[in-house]
Each structure stands twice: as structure tokens, then as C-alpha cells.
């Protein structure tokens, strides 16, 4: 009972967005993509709808969701005011993917906030996101619409997987287009901190608004995120994810270990060494001189392993400037272990 539509990003049409945003003005759960990966939308307002995401994703109550907005008038709606680094970001980034931490004013339903002070609001850079929010008029909290602990979705064929039977729409609108999720600052402080890396880099940020922090718990796996969703197992693939660091000799007596052992061995590489890896299935995931790609394709790579085939994935690591910074913090909590050569 799921329905379907499928809407050209180029070419937006208003009656398919229409009864889209109808569900969602009836408390419905939707699925729509974003620049960054498919979200799946409710009335941030009421608590049922927002229960709704909970209970379709199978997500934990205390992680809180982003509240998406159309426009700047209407994050004002949901805050208590917006400090001027706040203010800058917002100029120089949105629409786009971006979310900002700010005051709740208490407009959200409490289960959005998971209790917290303070609210997550973005304004997504898509055009079916776009014309959604303009239809309904309503704040959408919007968590990646897959199956918690699974990768985020960035086509409609990924929502269908995890979601089918269990929400009320999936508007498709093609392959996402950054590939990782936004970028989540902190502006409830003296300074911006940067609680998940994302689609906007920290050099990106400073140009911006001048010295940006990480949550200490980005770099320091002891520390207790800021962000809640940040502790939870996320991104998993079916197989067993083991995350590589070590040259490419180094990754091939890996896969020949695991395969003696009787074990089939999936592989995710940059397409600049796809042809001197050998394994049972490999995945290119774009160009290590282009972490850009790398992103768009990651959480497809994740994907497309099954264990029906493979046993064990091995992923090759990622310079961890710019994008690749978002890629490997994906990695790392997806992966079960990190394999590190001796030196
Ligand atoms: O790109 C994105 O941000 C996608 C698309 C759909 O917009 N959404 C997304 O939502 O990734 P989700 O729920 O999968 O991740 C939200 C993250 C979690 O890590 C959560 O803990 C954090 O944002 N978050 C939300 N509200 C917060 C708050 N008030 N304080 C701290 N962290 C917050
Ligand atoms: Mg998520």
C-alpha cells in the first residue's frame, strides 16, 4: 500500500508533488530525495506523524531527527533566535547541505527534539524537496529514510529495500547528489563545532565563519558524541565491513587470507586501483583524486554486496582531507574492524 511516484528533478510536476505533500499534511511518512540522500518526511509539528518515522525506520527514540524547511522566515519559526554565525552560514550555504544545531523554541513535537534544547534545521538544495516543502507548508523532520544501522539511501531503489509496505509513499527522483549526509554544525556556542562531517568540509565552514571545531568525539573514539545518532552501529552493510589501511599489496594478502580460509571477498576500491586488486566481486567507488565521487558513490558500493555472495568486504582507506574526511568517518562506523599495516 506504499504508493509511488516518479518525478524528473528537471521538470517538477505539481500534481505529483500535490498529493505527495496531501499525505504528509494527513501526518503521513514519506520518502523524498535530497542533494545528499533520500529522507523519509514528516510533520514535524505532530508527535504521531514523527512517531511514524520512528516506527518505519525501527530507529532508537533518543536520537533526534532534522527538522527540513523551505526557507530561512521558516527556520525562525522552530528557534528561539539565530546567532550570527548562524546567520553567515546560512547566507553563504543553504540551500544546501548543511544543518545547523540551534534553540528549540518548542514548535517541534517533543520526539523530534528526543527531549533536547536545542533543534537540527536544514534547507535542502533538491528541487522535489523543494517543491514538497513549498506544497505542504509544514517544518519535515526527515531522517535518511532507510532501516536503522543500514546505509543511507541515495536512489529510490535503496528507500524500496528498506521501506516498501512500511511508509505511506516513496517519491522517486533519481540518484542523490552528494552522496553523504550534511554536514552538522553546533551554533548553540561561542564557537561552531562540527558534530558530523558531511556534504560542506570544515575548509569550506572556516572560510566562512573563521576556527570551526570537531566534536572531540569525531577524533577521539573514548569521548561521548554531542551528537546522539553518532554512538549507534550506522551504515552497515550486510556483510562484515573490514576498513584497510595499508598499500595495495597489503590489501591483495588480505583478500588471498580470507579466500584460503574458504571465505568469498568483496572489494571497494578508487577506480585508480580497481585493476590491480583480484577478489571475488570488486566495486569502483569513483576516483581517489576526486573524494567528491568517491562520496556519491560510497553508500551504493556498501550496498551492492550481498551474503548471498560474499562473506567479508574490504574497503581501501581514504586521504581524510575534504570529503574524504565524511567518507572515512563513514567508514569507520560502518566498518567492524580497521586491518592497519605495520610500518
Ligand atoms: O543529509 C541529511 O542530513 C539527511 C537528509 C535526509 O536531509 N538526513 C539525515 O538525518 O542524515 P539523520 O536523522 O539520519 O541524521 C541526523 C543527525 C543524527 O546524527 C542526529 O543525532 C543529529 O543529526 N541531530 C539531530 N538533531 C540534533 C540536535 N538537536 N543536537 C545534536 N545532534 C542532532
Ligand atoms: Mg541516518
Redesign the pocket.
Known amino acids: 500500500e506504499t504508493k509511488f511516484w516518479t518525478i524528473d528533478p528537471s521538470n517538477v510536476d505539481s500534481i505529483q508533488i500535490e498529493e505527495a505533500a496531501a499525505l504528509l499534511e494527513d501526518n503521513q511518512a514519506v520518502a523524498f530525495p535530497?542533494e545528499?540522500?533520500?529522507?523519509l518526511g514528516a510533520n514535524a509539528l505532530n508527535e504521531q506523524a514523527v512517531q511514524g518515522i520512528f516506527a518505519a525506520k525501527g530507529r532508537p527514540a533518543d536520537?533526534?531527527?532534522?527538522v527540513?524547511v523551505a526557507d530561512k522566515d521558516q527556520i525562525e519559526e522552530v528557534v528561539t533566535h539565530i546567532p550570527q554565525m548562524a546567520h553567515k552560514l546560512i547566507d553563504a550555504f543553504t540551500p544546501g547541505?548543511l544543518?545547523l544545531?540551534l534553540e528549540s523554541n518548542g514548535s517541534c513535537a517533543s520526539n523530534v527534539?528526543a527531549g533536547?534544547p536545542?533543534?537540527?534545521v536544514?534547507i535542502?538544495d533538491h528541487p522535489v524537496a523543494r517543491a514538497l516543502l513549498q506544497a505542504c507548508r509544514l517544518p519535515l523532520a526527515?531522517?535518511?529514510?532507510n532501516r536503522s544501522g543500514r546505509p543511507?539511501p541515495t536512489s529510490a531503489e535503496h528507500v524500496y529495500k528498506d521501506l516498501n509496505g512500511r511508509v505511506a509513499g516513496i517519491v522517486d527522483g533519481g540518484p542523490t547528489g552528494v552522496g553523504v549526509?550534511?554536514t552538522?554544525v553546533?551554533c548553540t556556542g561561542a564557537r561552531p563545532v562540527i558534530?558530523?562531517p558531511?556534504?560542506i568540509t570544515k575548509e569550506d565552514l572556516e572560510e566562512v565563519v573563521g576556527p570551526t571545531d570537531f566534536d572531540p568525539a569525531l577524533v577521539n573514539q573514548e569521548e561521548k558524541p554531542?551528537?546522539?545518532?553518532?554512538k549507534y552501529t550506522h551504515y552497515a552493510p550486510e556483510a562484515p565491513l573490514w576498513l584497510v589501511e595499508g598499500d595495495l599489496a597489503f590489501l591483495q594478502r588480505q583478500i588471498e587470507q580470507l579466500q584460503q580460509n574458504d571465505k568469498r571477498v568483496g572489494v571497494i576500491v578508487s577506480q585508480e586501483h580497481a585493476e590491480q586488486i583480484q577478489a571475488d566481486e570488486v566495486q569502483v567507488c569513483g576516483s581517489r583524486a576526486h573524494l567528491n565521487e568517491v562520496a556519491v558513490h560510497l553508500y551504493s558500493a556498501l550496498r551492492s554486496f550481498s551474503t548471498d555472495t560474499i562473506d567479508v568486504i574490504l574497503c581501501e582507506s581514504f586521504p581524510e582531507h575534504g570529503m574524504g574526511y565524511a567518507v572515512m568517518n563513514r567508514l569507520k562506523k560502518a566498518a567492524t574492524q580497521v586491518i592497519t599495516q605495520d610500518k
Open positions: 535530497t545528499t540522500v533520500y529522507g536520537n533526534p531527527l532534522i527540513h547541505p544543518t544545531i527534539t533536547l536545542s533543534v537540527g536544514r535542502p526527515a531522517p535518511s529514510a543511507s549526509e550534511s552538522v553546533d558534530l558530523r558531511g556534504g554531542k551528537s546522539p545518532g553518532m
